[in-house]
C-alpha cells in the first residue's frame, strides 16, 4: 500500500470542503438576503436592468429659455420631471408615484397627434403648460452641495418604476397632479369639460399637513372690480356662492348681476385655489384659500402623507387615480415609434 494514498485523500477532502463553504453559508438563506448586504445586491441588480422601452429612445423636448430643442432619453426625462415637480426630500413611495404620473403624461403626449405650444420638431415643453423639465445641469445649480444625494434618489424611484405607465381601458390616462387639495380632490368635469372615471374627487385628509394649505391674499377694492369687471357696492357685501362642487371648492359666485365660475375667480384673481372665502376689509377685500392647484388627480403632498403612513406607490396610485392599471409602456412607444 502507498503510505502517501491516504495523506493525498484527505487534502482532496479538504480542498473540496473549503470550496463548499460558501454555497453551504449561503443554501440556508435560499434567495432571500436583507440588510444591507440585501440592499447592496438589489442596487446591483436595478443597475444592470436595461431600460424596457430601449436606452435609444429619446424624447424631443424644447428648452424654452433657450429656444433650442434637447434629446433627453426617456427614463432620464422622467427623471428631471420628477427632480423638478415634486420635492427631493418626499418619501420614496410618492417619487415612485410620481415617476409614475410623469412618464404616463410623455407617453400620452408622443401619442398625440397635436403638439400644440411648441415648435415643429419637439414632443414636449419643459414649463407648467406641459410637465416642468430640468437637466442634470440645472439641477446641480439648484441642489448644490445636495445634487448628489437628491438626484440618487430620484433616480432610485425612477429606476423602480421604469417603463411603466398608468392606463384605462388599455390607454395612458389623464395623468393629472397638483401641489395641496383642500382636503378633497376634484371630479375632472367640475375644472375642465371632460369627465374621465378615473378622476373623481376623493378625500385627501394628509393635505391639511402641508405648508401650502392655507393662504391668504388681499386685494384692493378698485383691483378687485377692475379684474372681474363688477363695481361692489358700498356695503359689506361682495359676492354670493351659489354652488359647492364635489371637492368643496366654489362651483359658482354670483357678484352683481354676473356669474363666474370658481376657476374662473381662482385665475381672474390668481389665487391658489378655487376653494376660497372673502371679505371687505375697509378698501380691501380679504380672500382666503384652502389648498393649492387645481385640485385633480393626485395631490403631491397627500401622496407623501400617504406614503409616510406606510402606503405603497401603487396604493397611492389606486387612491387618486380610480380604477387605473399600471403597466408596460412598450406597446406605446412602439406605436410611437412606428409613425416616425
Not at 430620484?154 to 384605462?168: D, F, H, P, R, S
Not at 403632498?301 to 387612491?319: C, L, P, R, V
Amino acid at each position: 500500500m502507498n503510505p502517501l494514498k491516504p495523506i493525498v485523500a484527505l487534502v482532496s477532502v479538504l480542498f473540496v470542503v473549503i470550496l463548499m463553504i460558501p454555497t453551504l453559508l449561503v443554501m440556508p438563506f435560499g434567495d432571500k438576503v436583507s440588510g444591507q448586504l440585501g440592499e447592496e445586491l438589489q442596487a446591483e441588480k436595478q443597475a444592470k436592468v436595461s431600460l424596457p422601452t430601449g436606452p435609444t429612445f429619446e424624447v424631443a423636448v424644447y428648452r424654452s429659455k433657450l429656444n433650442t430643442i434637447e434629446k433627453v432619453p426617456i427614463e432620464d426625462y422622467v427623471v428631471g420631471v420628477v427632480a423638478s415637480e415634486m420635492h427631493a426630500n418626499f418619501e420614496p413611495e410618492a417619487l415612485k408615484a410620481q415617476a409614475l404620473a410623469a412618464r404616463t403624461y410623455i407617453v400620452k403626449q408622443l401619442l398625440n397627434t397635436e403638439k400644440i405650444g411648441i415648435p415643429e420638431g419637439a414632443d414636449v415643453g419643459d414649463t407648467v403648460l406641459f410637465q416642468v423639465y430640468k437637466s442634470k445641469d440645472e439641477l446641480k445649480k439648484q441642489w448644490g452641495k445636495d445634487y448628489e444625494v437628491h438626484l440618487g434618489k430620484i433616480q432610485e424611484a425612477v429606476v423602480q418604476t421604469q417603463g411603466k405607465i398608468l392606463t384605462y381601458n388599455n390607454q395612458p390616462i389623464e395623468a393629472q397632479f397638483f401641489s395641496t387639495s383642500n382636503g378633497y380632490t376634484e371630479n375632472s368635469e367640475a375644472y375642465w369639460q371632460n369627465a374621465f372615471p378615473y378622476l373623481k374627487s376623493v378625500e385627501s385628509p394628509w393635505d391639511k399637513e402641508s405648508p401650502r394649505f392655507y393662504d391668504q391674499k388681499t386685494i384692493s377694492v378698485k383691483d378687485f372690480e377692475i379684474a372681474l369687471g363688477v363695481k361692489l357696492g358700498n356695503d359689506s357685501t361682495i359676492g354670493k356662492v351659489i354652488s359647492r362642487t364635489p371637492g368643496k371648492r366654489v362651483g359658482e359666485v354670483e357678484i352683481g348681476n354676473k356669474k363666474f365660475t370658481g376657476r374662473q375667480i381662482r385665475e381672474l384673481l390668481e389665487l391658489r385655489s378655487s376653494d376660497f372665502e372673502w371679505k371687505r376689509s375697509g378698501n380691501n377685500i380679504v380672500i382666503s384659500t384652502k389648498g393649492y392647484g387645481h385640485g385633480v388627480g393626485m395631490s403631491q403632498y397627500g401622496a407623501n402623507g400617504m406614503a409616510a403612513e406606510g402606503k405603497t406607490h401603487e396604493q397611492i396610485i389606486s387612491h387618486y387615480y380610480q380604477g387605473v392599471q399600471i403597466t408596460s409602456a412598450d406597446t406605446y412607444i412602439t406605436k410611437f415609434t412606428a409613425k416616425q
